[in-house]
């Protein structure tokens, strides 16, 4: 029974073509029994999973059989269970298990749950839908995993992938005391500025150098977004999904913006707090992110709205698209997810708290006070600085 598995196993790890390595293989500990990698559609987590196994097997040739990767799309799984798949992996040897898709799988929790219990010696690393429940409120589980997310790439990341460059991470505290000399540094090996405008475009998501057209290609992850994370793990019935869908695409023609509620709940025939509610479904999909005066959460309203990366900005084919729209939507997705973010008076952003931050589509004609995040800038000074560098953090 497992040799078909190992067979796809070796096919698809010996064909994985991933250009980069990504910043989260090393910020894992793979010692953990149960981990999960979370991450919106598009973002390379079946790769993710993949390289990890090419890792493995180049660092232990010999023990090849001992890690195995398997997408829950296979037909086996619909008369057996992940249980008793785990419990012969473990009798012929096994120590890893890659599971893909894992969504598709009705009782994933339960059973993850059991084969943690009951098979101590493996480790099972799972992908997971940005709308799984996992440890917010899954008593099942949560407690037991340790969750990952996995962005899409970053600018540095693009760079090193676009240009076969090694750039390096540098952490907010060094932008923000250090960024003439970090400037000066990464311009000896490349020209920020020439690359930035195609990134904010379509560098988030890793397939961009892929031969296809982008925007079509990014459309088709948004639908499946809206038709499998929302429509089939949220079980919302079909007749709603023009309703959400009609609500994204008023969205795409206006963000980053405060929300109108009662505008929308008209322009869609549905009530404010089922409006809300899609604004959630949207959020937890990686459609959408929303920013909060400190100290205010979902589900009062955010202050703004923006789309999730950049990318997205460009989807609207009626839209005329300001720089400065993308350039705060890009510093958002940048610091999201390692920073807090709120909204704040007099700034554009307030960061972890303590630090207000503008962010700017173009050099203003007098230096500020505070720091200020500049879209059109390639070296900055004093409290000026690059906005392309914030894409180096991760």
């Not at 979370?38 to 390289?51: I, Y």
């Not at 340790?146 to 460059?165: Q, W």
């Not at 005329?320 to 700034?347: C, D, P, R, W």
Request: glycine share 4%; charged share 20%.
């Amino acid at each position: 029974m497992l040799d078909s598995f190992y067979q796809t196993h070796e096919f698809l790890v010996t064909h994985v073509n991933v250009p980069i390595r990504r910043t989260l293989m090393d910020e894992i500990n793979w010692d953990d029994r149960l981990i999960a990698i979370k991450g919106g559609r598009g973002v390379g987590k079946t790769d993710f999973l993949l390289s990890y196994a090419k890792e493995l097997l180049a660092r232990e040739p010999g023990k090849a059989r001992e890690t195995l990767y398997v997408n829950f799309n296979n037909f086996y799984f619909a008369q057996h269970s992940l249980y008793e798949f785990a419990g012969e992996f473990v009798r012929a040897g096994g120590k890893t298990l890659l599971l893909d898709q894992t969504f598709k799988y009705p009782n994933w929790s339960k059973e993850l749950r059991d084969c943690y219990f009951h098979y101590t010696n493996l480790h099972i690393v799972f992908t997971a839908s940005p709308v799984m429940r996992l440890i917010e409120g899954n008593q099942d589980i949560g407690h037991l995993v340790k969750m990952y997310n996995l962005r899409g790439l970053s600018f540095r990341e693009y760079l090193n992938v676009k240009l076969h460059t090694n750039l390096p991470v540098y952490s907010l505290h060094e932008i923000l005391t250090n960024h003439e000399q970090i400037a000066t540094q990464v311009c000896s090996h490349v020209k920020p500025l020439y690359y930035f405008e195609d990134y904010l475009r379509e560098g988030y998501y890793p397939y961009y150098n892929e031969e296809h057209n982008f925007t079509d290609q990014l459309l088709k992850i948004m639908n499946m977004m809206l038709e499998v994370d929302i429509l089939l793990v949220k079980q919302i019935e079909i007749p709603y999904l023009n309703k959400i869908r009609l609500l994204l695409n008023l969205l795409l023609e206006e963000l980053p913006c405060s929300l109108n509620v009662s505008h929308l709940a008209e322009a869609t025939d549905t009530s404010r707090a089922t409006i809300m509610n899609y604004i959630k479904y949207l959020k937890d999909a990686r459609l959408l992110n929303l920013l909060y005066a400190d100290g205010k959460e979902y589900p009062m309203k955010p202050a703004r709205v923006y789309l999730q990366n950049p990318n997205l900005c460009y989807v609207s084919s009626t839209r005329q698209v300001a720089m400065q729209s993308v350039a705060e939507t890009f510093f958002y997705t940048a610091l999201h997810g390692i920073h807090k973010l709120n909204a704040t008076e007099n700034a554009t952003f307030l960061v972890d708290g303590q630090m207000k931050i503008d962010v700017l589509d173009q050099v203003p004609p007098k230096a500020g006070f505070r720091y200020t995040a500049v879209a059109d800038l390639e070296h900055g000074h004093g409290k000026q600085l690059p906005l392309w560098m914030f894409g180096f953090l991760y």
